[in-house]
Each structure stands twice: as C-alpha cells, then as structure tokens.
C-alpha cells in the first residue's frame, strides 16, 4: 500500500469518526484533508492521463513532440555548443588535451603497412641483395618486432603536445565542428525518433511519480489544517 492510499484511508476514517461521533471539528479536519489528498491524487493522475472531459489531463504524453524538442534543444544549444567543444579540446591551461589514443592504436592491425614496406624493398635497388639472403622469407622474422615498435612509436607520437595541438586546430575548423553538431543532432533525432508516447510516460512516472506521492500526503495534512481553522472560524 503506497502513501497516496494510506493519507487517503487515515483522512476518511477522522471524517467517518467525526461523523459517528457527531464532532463537527473532527468531521472538518477529515472532510478538508480527504479532499486535499484526493484533489492532489486526481491531479497527479492527470499528468499522465488523458480522462475524457477534463480539457488538460494527458499532458505529458499530448506534449510529446515538445518534450522531445526539449531534449534536443538542450542538447544542442547547452552541451554540443562551440565553446563546450573548445573547452573538451582544451585543458584548463589552454593546452590542447591529450586524448589517449593508445587502446585504439594497439588494435590497429599494421601487417598490411609491413607488408608495404617489404613490396618496396623489393622494388627497389635492395631487390636483388635481398633475394640473395632468401627472398621476403627473410624478413618475416622481422614483422612482429616492426610491428611492435611501429605501434609504440606512433603512441609515443600521439602523446606530444605538437600532435594534440594540430588535432584540436583541426577539429576546431568551422566546417569540422559544424559537421560534428550536425552528426551529434542526427544521433540524437535517431534516438528521440526512438521514443513513443507511452515511453516517455513511462520514463518520467519512473523518475517523479514516487515523488509525487507526497503532494497527495501534504494536501491531505494541509486540508486538515484548513479543516481545523475553518471549524472554529464557523
């Protein structure tokens, strides 16, 4: 039994007591609080559901279209703007930021840039010395350790402030940054267009509804101190 029952159940039982018992002071702070807490508990129904006749009710999902206009706006206009993108490319120092590339680079698979390099040995003056000493065969002792130093070198490379200093001038470039919101936008549409009525009901009832609970409870304390003042006032 959630607290929205029970403020209810307490509320009506002081106005059924009030009543029995023939106290007009009682039977107010009940009546005023079972209002309250009813009133508060028809509302909160009332975000979230469309009930015929009540012009208002269902707005949540009635401003669907709005909500996730909402979203992508502020998105856009308060996270993916210009100087957020200047300031995730930057330390607080100014320096460009160094972005660790190393997962992505010991990833990379550098056979074929090996196998490059074999090709233009052979193509080249070395061709026939290297026939001599077997052929290819003989270099491919060799790929794994150029491969291994190929990947620390380039690591050690993107590590240097020259390098994230070119990349930050790079991907500040109008056209880059400009492309980069346009991708972020289409993402986000692609996930809002991903959404339905009844979700984002469902998200914000998740988020808030338990929450909400306690207006229905404070409308039930609220209209029973009203309850009471009235009583002595009438």
Do not use: C
């Not at 040995?121 to 290297?130: A, K, P, Q």
């Amino acid at each position: 039994m959630n607290k929205s029952t029970i403020t209810n159940l307490i509320a009506l039982a002081i106005a059924v007591a009030g009543y029995v018992l023939s106290n007009s002071i009682l039977f107010s702070v009940g009546i005023f609080a079972v209002s309250g807490a009813i009133t508060n508990a028809v509302a909160i129904h009332m975000l979230f559901e469309k009930v015929p006749g009540l012009y208002g009710s269902g707005v949540i999902p009635a401003r669907f279209e709005d909500f996730k206009a909402g979203i992508r706006d502020l998105m856009m206009k308060q996270f993916f703007t210009n100087e957020n993108i200047d300031k995730f490319l930057s330390e607080k120092s100014g320096a460009a930021s160094h972005f660790d590339l190393a997962p992505v680079i010991k990833k990379v698979d550098l056979e074929p840039a090996f196998n490059s390099l074999v090709t233009t040995i052979e193509e080249s003056s070395f061709g026939s010395m290297l026939a001599m000493f077997g052929g290819t065969e003989a270099l491919t002792p060799l790929k794994e350790p150029f491969i291994e130093k190929m990947k620390a070198s380039i690591i050690d490379i993107t590590q240097s402030d020259n390098f994230n200093e070119l990349v930050r001038n790079e991907l500040e470039q109008p056209s880059v940054v400009g492309s980069m919101k346009e991708k972020v936008e289409d993402i986000i549409n692609k996930r809002l267009e991903e959404l339905t009525p009844q979700l984002v009901k469902e998200i914000i009832q998740e988020m808030i509804k338990k929450h909400l609970g306690w207006l229905v409870v404070w409308g039930g304390v609220f209209g029973g101190i009203i309850g009471l003042i009235s009583s002595y006032i009438m």
